[in-house]
């Protein structure tokens, strides 16, 4: 707590130097930010797999994202528009502006350790905002050289502050009186923790939490495309993502086929050192997931059929690592814990349907919306499934990940609370919209009044 009241006197210092730095010139840091991230983009990935585990493939991924991210804020510093539009009176101006609003709060988590931290701080920063980032505990390291760019690229140091640590940090930032806005990607329970205090303050506040996404596999799909849209989603990040696949849902004439060829194909991953060549999945992050991924096993188990995984992975290379068996329940009935709740891991939920209406009752009936994904060469399916399916991404013949840069990402029930991350939506979140009317007319103008 002490750290983060330190770290906000720096920052406010900071933000009074960052704010009146033209637009232009802060996307001209993050521009460098970019180019330097790109150059160092295998070195970092290397010691971000080192650091949480996921293979090198997705790392590179993860810096991939960092760095259109990067650039993508770059190009806003020359954008930021507001609206010059009519006034009612003669010889006034009328528009809106964009103004940054102060220290910005950031809490990020594990699972993606440099991408989510680039979401939040580039557009914050663009926006004219000093920030405070806390990044997950397991992944210090990574958002560690984060910072070591974004100062190399030329932000001045009280600009951005960094501060390690766990629910302490995290609530002594989030309650602190001098931190109007805070972002957090993390579970539904600790967002409603920060909801609680951002709600009794006044805060702006962007909350990005769990998810229970659905992948659904219809009868005329090409099973082939979404049997490597499934491995991909449900094992990918060892299943650690808040836009996992976590439920597939089948239709009934292709339930059985699909789910041999799932599990065949499943039996084969490969677990192990991230940084081998050939290895798919990685180990989970550390020993409390591995306990929460067993509870869910347990109730899995109590509750639908266990077709394939179900226990910690055993052999050799794996002693060292948290390495769970990607695990494959069947007759997994909707309303059912397991088809309900977040497990973050690699468990897949598989549930049998008759026809497309089942499969969107059963994708919307939880409390969470994230992503979901359709299989199907039926094009109103596909468009009744974006109007229809509730959740902020829909993706039509691929997996439920693999959101980019410059579109909006976030989810809708008790997977956010309205803001999106990415897009133009997050520079909104980012900056306060001011209103300037200049009445040149040399006389009282009364609106509402003279012209009527
Ligand atoms: C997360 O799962 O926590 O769309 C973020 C995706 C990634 C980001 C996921 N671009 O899967």
Request: aromatic content about 8%.
């Amino acid at each position: 707590a002490s750290d983060i009241a330190l770290a906000v006197s720096s920052a406010k210092r900071g933000f009074q130097q960052w704010r009146r730095t033209p637009a232009p010139a802060r996307g001209d840091v993050l521009r460098r930010v970019g180019d330097l991230l790109a150059a160092r983009k295998e070195e970092i990935s290397d010691l971000m797999t080192r650091e949480m585990g996921k293979p090198l493939a997705e790392t590179r991924g993860d810096m991939q994202e960092g760095i259109d991210t990067a650039y993508y804020a770059a190009t806003e510093g020359r954008r930021l528009f507001g609206h010059t539009v009519p006034s009612e009176l003669a010889n006034k101006w009328a528009m809106s502006f964009r103004r940054p609003i102060g220290v910005a709060g950031l809490i990020t988590p594990f699972n993606f350790p440099l991408a989510i931290p680039t979401w939040k701080s580039f557009p914050a920063l663009l926006c004219g905002n000093s920030v405070i980032l806390k990044p997950g505990e397991d992944v210090p390291h990574t958002a560690t050289v984060l910072v070591e760019i974004l100062l190399e690229a030329g932000l001045p140091p009280e600009v951005i502050q960094l501060v390690h640590g766990a629910g302490e940090a995290g609530a002594a930032l989030v309650s602190h009186p001098e931190v109007p806005l805070i972002s957090f990607t993390g579970s539904t329970e600790t967002g409603a923790m920060v909801g609680e205090t951002c709600g009794r303050m006044h805060k702006r506040l962007s909350l990005e939490m769990g998810g229970k996404n659905a992948m659904i596999v219809l009868n005329d799909a090409d099973l082939d495309l979404a049997l490597e849209g499934v491995l991909w989603g449900a094992f990918g990040t060892t299943g650690q993502r808040c836009t996992a696949t976590s439920r597939l849902i089948v239709q009934e004439g292709v339930h059985d086929t699909f789910v041999d060829m799932l599990a065949k194909r499943t039996e084969n991953l490969v677990l192990g050192d991230g940084r081998a060549k050939g290895t798919d999945v990685g180990p989970l992050v550390n020993p409390e997931a591995v306990a929460k991924v067993d509870r869910y096993v347990a109730i899995g188990g109590s509750e639908s059929e266990l077709r394939l995984g179900g226990r910690r992975a055993a052999g050799p290379g794996l002693e060292h690592g948290y390495f769970y068996q990607p695990t494959i329940f069947t007759n997994v009935a909707p309303k059912s814990r397991l088809e309900q709740e977040e497990v973050f891991g690699p468990v897949l939920a598989v549930t049998r349907v008759k026809d497309a209406d089942e499969a969107f009752t059963v994708n919307n009936d939880v409390k969470y919306g994230l992503s979901s994904s359709v299989y199907t060469k039926d094009v109103s399916i596909a468009f009744r499934a974006l109007t229809e399916l509730d959740n902020g991404i829909t993706y039509i013949n691929a997996p439920t990940i693999g959101a980019e840069a410059h579109l909006p990402f976030g989810g809708v029930k008790q997977t956010g609370n309205g803001h999106r991350e990415g897009g133009w939506e997050v520079f909104e979140f980012y900056s306060e919209t001011k209103v300037g009317y200049v009445d040149y007319s040399g006389r009282l103008q009364r609106a509402q009044i003279d012209n009527y």
